[in-house]
């Protein structure tokens, strides 16, 4: 029987604690606002009631990674008049953006709803994929990361501090309105982990990518929720690049990279945030073969043959960030 992709995967939560830390610490200069729920619950508001900034949200970003994963700003996102960008490199990839940065816990309460991403989903252990890498962390604090503009009620925090199994003053909550500055930014930094949700999704091996890492526009703040989301999902989709190493045959390798660009899907060619008012808001309606970087390279490191597929789509972009 083969060993678990997990065999050799790290804590997550032990990677990412000193990032926490240090968030805190930093919080004044970050223009960041901490708080605690009646529970001890940590609250770290990144634009609610807050500036917050570019600089919150790429640490925010990197601890979304579960601290396996480094984000640096850059000046060439392939766009001449948008040059803007951040570039993204995990250790772990399929730890760093499944195991952690992926926004896949489902956490409501009467009419609060978010889903939550960080190192605290690896100590729930709650989702499928998840179960199917073997992964579970353990620690005895954690930090989940919600991209909300409303603080989460208390009984949200004890259901994520029981199903942890931790106590609620050792579990922290970051708070990332999509339409601050720290929510475009950690979103942006989302690149790499939606080309691992794809190759996922189209039933690749997640054991033969070895490594990737992305570069992509970061969005402008729409100034409201719907604005936001629609902008920082068009950054990806029509400005997200990719590459990814794996250790597969040139076939897989090249049937990889063909199938994982957002062109390839039927919902392609239009503003996000038109698509998701023509499914009445509704996600689950979207195509999710859309959910993709732009342009991708696939390089198989066995042979050394690469495979590029994909394309930046800049007249959308500037539709999408109202230049």
């Not at 925010?60 to 601290?67: A, P």
């Not at 353990?138 to 603080?151: C, G, K, P, R, Y």
């Not at 998701?276 to 859309?290: A, E, G, H, T």
């Not at 993709?292 to 994909?310: D, E, L």
Request: net charge negative; glycine share 10%; hydrophobic share 40%.
């Amino acid at each position: 029987m083969s060993s678990p992709i997990s065999a050799n995967w790290t804590s997550v939560n032990a990677a990412c604690q000193p990032l926490v830390d240090s968030l805190i610490a930093d919080a004044q200069a970050l223009q960041l606002d901490i708080s605690t729920l009646s529970n001890g619950t940590r609250i770290v508001d990144a634009g609610i009631n807050c500036v917050g900034g570019l600089e919150a949200g790429r640490l925010i970003g990197e601890i979304c990674m579960g601290g396996l994963g480094t984000a640096t700003l850059g000046t060439n996102s392939g766009f001449d008049n948008w040059p803007w960008s951040v570039n993204v490199h995990a250790k772990t990839p399929v730890l760093s953006c499944l195991g952690s940065q992926y926004a896949g816990w489902s956490l409501s309460h009467e009419k609060f709803f978010a889903l939550g991403s960080g190192p605290g989903r690896a100590l729930a252990g709650k989702e499928e994929v998840l179960k199917e890498f073997g992964y579970k962390d353990e620690a005895e604090t954690t930090t989940i990361v919600l991209e909300v503009d409303s603080f989460p009620p208390i009984e949200v925090a004890e259901k994520v501090a029981r199903d942890c199994g931790i106590k609620a003053e050792h579990l922290t909550f970051i708070l990332t309105p999509t339409s601050s500055l720290a929510g475009v930014m950690q979103i942006a930094i989302r690149v790499l982990e939606v080309a691992m949700h794809k190759a996922h999704t189209l039933h690749f091996p997640m054991d033969k990518i070895i490594d990737g890492f992305g570069v992509t526009p970061v969005a402008p703040p729409g100034g409201d929720f719907m604005t936001g989301m629609g902008r920082t999902n068009d950054a990806i989709l029509y400005g997200g690049m990719v590459h990814l190493f794996v250790k597969s045959t040139d076939e897989e390798a090249q049937d990889l990279a063909e199938k994982l660009p957002s062109n390839t899907s039927s919902d392609y060619g239009r503003p996000f945030g038109e698509v998701f008012k023509s499914y009445d808001f509704d996600f689950f309606k979207v195509d999710p073969m859309l959910f993709s970087p732009a342009k991708v390279i696939v390089t198989n490191a066995n042979t050394g043959k690469s495979f590029t597929a994909g394309e930046l789509n800049p007249e959308l972009l500037t539709t999408s960030f109202g230049l």
